[in-house]
Nanobody, 114 residues
């Protein structure tokens, strides 16, 4: 299984970005997918999860601003990020779990300028 995150970049405070995570060689439709992030000087933290049934869960810090979604036909997961804040600056990682295995993609950097 390979996961590839993309869509990061530089955006101003209050702006929006959409991250994508493309899967290959995977059973994507059967995988619970999630986004994590690692802010400078901090540990990696969970941002949002989406189950195989489309049930979503968010960290309190992003509720109401971020939306996680998936397109099983395209084997891709998304993270729509609105009302971005400087504290959202981080490397964002996608993660997939299936049959007890955990897969990580390489991160994509999101920088929010004030």
């Amino acid at each position: 299984v390979q996961l590839q995150a993309s869509g990061g970049g530089l955006v101003q405070d209050g702006g929006s970005l959409r991250l994508s995570c493309a899967a290959s060689r995977s059973n994507f439709a059967f995988m619970t997918m999630s986004w994590y992030r690692q802010c400078p000087g901090k540990q990696r933290e969970l941002v949002a999860i989406i189950t195989t049934d489309g049930i979503t869960t968010y960290a309190d810090s992003v509720k109401g601003r971020f939306t996680i979604s998936r397109d099983n036909a395209k084997e891709t997961m998304y993270l729509q990020m609105n009302s971005l804040k400087p504290e959202d600056t981080a490397v964002y990682y996608c993660r997939g779990t299936y049959s007890g295995m955990v897969y990580w993609g390489k991160g994509t950097l999101v920088t929010v300028s004030s």
